[in-house]
């Protein structure tokens, strides 16, 4: 394969690895008659930072960026020998783009498919939406960007300076990092801290055929899309000048 090709193969596989888990682990907790129905949010926090765990290992050779903020930051930074040999030029950021957004719509599709039963018995809409995509505990579209902005820039940040410290640990320190982010501030607008992970599950449940869902909360929808690229844009900037 060439390497466009090579970058979508991977980062759809990667990405839909990471929402399929990921929302997977929301689903376990919130959705009604599952094993897992009411479990604390420690459970969910583990979940999504081991989710990225088995993600990394599924697109690991392209770098494993299975999220935009990391794709941009590539692009803008000093870290472009972290992308596995692939260079980061217009044409290489676009198919990871596409790649992470495509990958991130079909993982979603994959986890109502593994939780189609506890959807059909589900009435609550939010819970349900919440299953997909991430939205704030309180409402301020403002402030809710400024915790997309600093959470994303914490990811983004260490991610980059994991790259200039010899360590042995791989995409399990990532995936601690994911845990330690959601559990510290994930919880004013559910740390999406990656557009994709947000946007692509978000249109999955809008076209899904799910019964009693509500609205997809678009008026939102830009927040986990716009703060996580000007978090990832200023860690970046951020680790060029540290």
């Not at 129905?37 to 960026?65: M, R």
């Not at 990871?96 to 939780?115: N, Q, S």
């Not at 600093?150 to 995936?175: D, E, H, K, Q």
């Not at 601690?176 to 559990?183: E, K, M, N, R, W």
Request: glycine fraction near 12%.
């Amino acid at each position: 394969m060439g390497v466009i090709e090579t970058i979508l193969v991977h980062e759809i596989a990667g990405t839909a690895f990471l929402t399929l888990l990921g929302c997977g682990v929301v689903a376990n907790v919130l959705l009604k008659k599952t094993n897992g129905h009411g479990s604390d949010g420690i459970v969910i926090f583990f979940g999504w930072g081991l989710a990225v765990f088995c993600a990394v290992y599924v697109a690991f050779d392209t770098g494993a960026h299975i999220n935009p903020a990391v794709t941009v930051a590539l692009l803008i930074g000093p870290a472009k020998e972290y992308a596995e040999g692939i260079p980061i030029t217009f044409a290489t950021t676009v198919a990871y783009l596409v790649a992470e957004f495509i990958g991130a719509f079909i993982g979603a599709i994959a986890c109502y498919l593994a939780y189609k039963k506890q959807y059909d018995d589900m009435d609550d809409a939010g819970a349900i939406l919440a299953t997909f995509s991430t939205g704030p505990a309180i409402k301020s579209y403002g402030w809710n960007m400024v915790t997309e902005i600093i959470g994303t820039f914490v990811l983004i940040f260490v991610i980059i300076m994991f790259g200039n410290t010899p360590s042995g640990l791989g995409p399990l320190a990532v995936a601690l990092l994911v845990v330690s982010i959601g559990a510290s501030l994930g919880g004013p607008t559910g740390y999406a801290i990656n557009p994709a992970r947000d946007l692509g599950p978000r249109i999955a449940h809008a076209v899904l055929p799910i019964k009693n869902k509500g609205s997809n909360n678009w008026g939102y929808a830009l927040v986990p899309v716009i703060g996580p690229i000007i978090g990832s844009t200023l860690a970046a900037l951020a680790a060029h000048i540290y």
